[in-house]
């Protein structure tokens, strides 16, 4: 039975198999039959793609729906890699047409990156945020986003298409126009406050070159910022470069114009040079890092410090030139002997360049110690032999040639005074104020030596200044008669008359002396009172001891007529010498 069954089947699956095979032909042949239908029906529909994506491409994007025409766009690539690929005859034309609308999506795709780009680059006022101690703005994330999706899509898909685009030309012109506008008036100001300031002699940190600075280093960095999140990375550091290459030529423009104002005007304006030279040293950090990552070394700026270098170095032996050149001539000198122009300038100039002592500093070390003073010395003199001395002791000792060469000067100036008193009193003037300046400004700067020399210059005209009383404190020099041991109160007339030309000798000196010396002018007012205690020290006790012994002498029947002060009023007009300068 179970035989039977067995042949059956057997027989079953003979009859069944072939069947069941050619079935699954016909299902492939009518699969076959579906896809090429289907392939065919695609590509039918390429031969009008043309027509259909024509006008959304020539149209663009709709506000921010990029998508969708990128979908145009990849329809259209498609056709033409299919079309491509079959090389019929027949598609070579809608080939042609296909190049030409994916030509016009990429123009239009930079068209936008432009628009969407130009919509967020309005320019600011840097300083505003500087000022507010505020970060640059750069462009908010979701804008950034759509941008960088475009410059990605143009930078990738348009070599695809046999297209390639510019689109980082578009970033260039478009960023650098937005740095340049935007720095604009920082530019201007720097020249104007340097051009309009209020002061005759420039003042640190009064030009706007210093937020001119800052203001270009932020605005570069958060550019930098900008072009990494919008650009590709392969193209962010070169385009990085030519987008702030127009400000940086205008910022190292603005730098060499103001450069050669200085030039012109180095007496008044050789601080501004020192104030921009650490400016930029100060930043050269920054500067460094922005030439790094714009990967180019700029000799622009390089020229700009090498310039402003240039006129700094000038400045040290010029300087020191003017004060040993400086005129000599009575008529310069001034009548009351105060404190000379050339001395207050000279230690006004010292001043301002502690204000700047690493630009100085660097400078001086530059230029060579001992050789701001070359026109007088070997022409290979150079104190700084082996290179090796610190900027603060090559500080020093320019410092100490100035105020030796301004002594110098001022002992030629002082010898053409015809009278001694003058010519004490003008030194003891200019050497106590220099002294002072020493002591309250220049302690950090100067050696000790320095302060000890002017010290005993002070001393030095003090003294030559008390020698010029010395005619009228000889007339209160007296004998002292005595006879038979006890002091002899009746005079002979021989020592009467002697006596009275005594006091009238006197009177007569210290009048001239007091009318002479009230008109001098001894501006410190700590001098004035060392001087005047000084004189009062030696004149008030004498004349004590010779008014009380001839008081009791009877040298005169009328002594009122000799006798014309009493201690305290010729104290009292003692006090008012140099009262003009009061």
């Known amino acids: 039975m179970l035989n039977v069954f067995d042949d059956r089947l057997v027989r079953l699956e003979a009859s069944i198999l072939p069947i069941h095979k050619s079935t699954q032909t016909l299902t492939k042949l009518v699969d076959n039959i579906d896809k090429t239908r289907n392939s065919v029906v695609e590509i039918i529909g390429y031969f009008d793609l043309v027509e259909r994506e024509e006008v959304t491409i020539k149209k663009g994007p709709k506000g921010n729906d990029l998508d969708s025409y990128l979908s145009s766009i990849g329809k259209c690539n498609k056709a033409m890699e299919v079309l491509g690929a079959m090389s019929l005859k027949s598609s070579e034309k809608i080939i042609g047409q296909l190049k030409q609308i994916l030509k016009a999506a990429m123009l239009q795709l930079e068209d936008l990156f432009r628009l969407w780009l130009t919509e967020r680059s309005n320019p600011i006022e840097p300083l505003s945020f500087i000022s507010k101690k505020l970060e640059i703005p750069g462009i908010p994330s979701a804008p950034s986003k759509n941008l960088a999706t475009l410059s990605s899509y143009l930078a990738i898909t348009g070599p695809e298409l046999g297209y390639t685009s510019e689109f980082f030309k578009v970033y260039i012109d478009v960023r650098s126009n937005y740095l340049v506008k935007s720095l604009t008036m920082l530019a201007q100001a720097s020249i104007s406050t340097a051009e309009k300031r209020s002061t005759p002699v420039y003042e640190k940190g009064t030009c706007g070159f210093n937020s001119y600075t800052d203001a270009v280093l932020m605005m570069f960095m958060t550019e930098h910022g900008v072009a990494e999140k919008i650009l590709p990375s392969e193209y962010v ?346």
Request: charge should be neutral; include cysteine; proline fraction near 4%.
């Open 237 to 582: 550091s070169s385009s990085f470069r030519d987008t702030i290459q127009p400000s940086l030529e205008n910022f190292v423009e603005i730098g060499k114009t103001l450069n050669n104002r200085v030039k012109k005007n180095m007496q008044t304006d050789i601080y501004l040079t020192f104030d921009m030279m650490e400016t930029l040293n100060t930043r050269m950090g920054t500067f460094e890092e922005i030439f790094k990552l714009a990967g180019k070394k700029d000799t622009a700026f390089g020229d700009l410090l090498h310039s402003l270098r240039a006129v700094a170095i000038r400045s040290f032996p010029e300087f020191l030139d003017e004060i040993k050149s400086h005129p000599t001539k009575t008529s310069g000198l001034p009548n009351d002997a105060t404190v000379h122009e050339l001395t207050i300038t000279t230690l006004q100039h010292l001043k301002r360049l502690t204000d700047y002592p690493e630009a100085v500093e660097s400078t001086l070390l530059t230029l060579g110690d001992g050789n701001w003073n070359a026109s007088e010395k070997d022409p290979n003199f150079s104190r700084d032999r082996n290179g090796r001395i610190p900027g603060n002791a090559v500080m020093k000792h320019y410092f100490a040639d100035i105020l030796e060469c301004l002594a110098q000067s001022l002992d030629s100036k002082a010898r053409t005074y015809k009278k001694p008193a003058l010519t004490s009193i003008f030194l003891l003037n200019n050497y106590y104020y220099i002294l002072k300046s020493i002591r309250t400004q220049f302690m950090s700067v100067l050696d000790p030596e320095v302060e000890s020399k002017f010290d005993k210059m002070v001393k030095k005209w003090n003294d030559a200044y008390q020698d010029t009383w010395k005619s009228c404190f000889s007339n209160l020099m007296d004998y002292t008669w005595v006879r038979g041991g006890a002091l002899k109160t009746t005079l002979g007339s021989n020592e009467k008359q002697t006596v009275k030309e005594k006091f009238k000798n006197f009177n007569t000196e210290f009048d001239e002396l007091y009318k002479a010396h009230k008109g001098y002018a001894m501006p410190d007012p700590e001098l004035r009172n060392q001087v005047i205690r000084d004189i009062r020290g030696v004149l008030i006790p004498m004349y004590n001891r010779f008014l009380e012994k001839h008081q009791q002498s009877e040298f005169s029947k009328n002594p009122t007529k000799y006798i014309r002060y009493d201690s305290a009023t010729l104290e009292s007009i003692v006090n008012r010498l140099f009262d003009s300068s009061i």
